[in-house]
């Protein structure tokens, strides 16, 4: 049977089959039990969870997958390498969120998390969802600018100890503060990011932004005056490294992004961009 593709979806999903062969694999939807198990081993090697606190568990994954929700998968030959799960919102909303999604680190700098939310993107919109949530530690430079810079995503939302104590390999000893994150499918921004053409963000290029969170020469975090229409919001090169190394930095870094970011979001700012070396573009006019 040959679908019937509006235009949009035609180009979301050639774009997702583009980023696929970029990132050298291939990404399809996931939906046998053996296969829903790969995802379950997958998610274990790169969080490395308490036994009692996995990610999802494989008999989560074939409810989800039975009621018509979506795993994909990411496969390098028979390897699987990647994975993301998502659920439908509630009817009404025309939305999604997308729970969880962890690449090999054997994989990383390959795209492959770019691959897997194009094929995200594509699925969504052939099932008429027009928006995708979800959320990411804010504090996670690579994260920050895979959300916010090369998706086209934009925060909503800062969520305090959200999920709690997660008892992982990765968020172990932290406050689990997350931004959420609304990806307008349709949009011409998201457009534009699906076929490489985000916007970029540059400091440099802000000569009047005023900045609201810096990182000292301690490496800790320094806090500025949060005013003007334009601010710049720092985070740490590597949270993830300062949590095994220093500790307290780490927990400094948390509670000033929770006071400054969050603080800003808060009072109806907006995070307008995500520049490579580290900052925030957080915008306040005519608050």
Avoid at 72 to 91: H, Q, R
Avoid at 141 to 149: D, E, G, H, I, T
Avoid at 157 to 181: A, C, H, K, P, Q
Avoid at 189 to 206: C, E, F, N
């Amino acid at each position: 049977m040959t679908l019937d593709l509006s235009p949009s979806i035609a180009a979301a999903t050639e774009a997702g089959i583009d980023a696929a062969v970029a990132a050298g694999v291939r990404v399809r939807e996931l939906r046998e039990l053996a296969e829903l198990d790969e995802v379950y081993q997958l998610y274990d090697s790169i969080w490395r969870p308490d036994p009692s606190n996995p990610p999802v568990t494989t008999e989560l994954l074939r409810a989800l997958t039975k009621a018509g929700n979506y795993v994909g998968g990411a496969y390098d030959g028979d390897e699987l390498i990647g994975a993301c799960v998502g659920f439908f919102s509630a009817p009404a909303e025309v939305s999604m969120h997308s729970h969880v999604a962890g690449v090999s680190g054997a994989a990383r700098g390959r795209n492959v998390g770019f691959a897997l939310k194009l094929h995200q993107r594509a699925w969504a919109l052939r099932r008429g969802v027009s928006t995708i949530s979800w959320t990411f530690d804010p504090l996670i430079r690579r994260n920050a600018y895979f959300n916010v810079a090369k998706l086209a995503a934009r925060p909503t939302e800062y969520l305090t100890n959200f999920y709690g104590d997660m008892r992982d390999g990765i968020n172990s000893g932290d406050d689990t503060d997350r931004l959420l994150v609304r990806w307008e499918l349709d949009t011409p921004a998201v457009g534009a990011a699906a076929a490489r053409r985000s916007a970029i963000t540059d400091v440099g290029l802000m000569p009047g932004a005023t900045v609201a969170l810096a990182c000292g020469a301690d490496g800790r975090p320094t806090e500025g005056a949060p005013a003007g229409d334009v601010l710049l919001v720092a985070v740490p090169p590597d949270v993830e490294g300062l949590r095994r190394t220093d500790p307290g930095a780490a927990k400094a870094w948390r509670a000033a992004l929770r006071e400054v970011l969050g603080g800003l979001l808060a009072d109806g700012a907006r995070v307008t961009g995500f520049d490579r070396a580290g900052w925030y573009v957080v915008e306040q006019k005519g608050l």
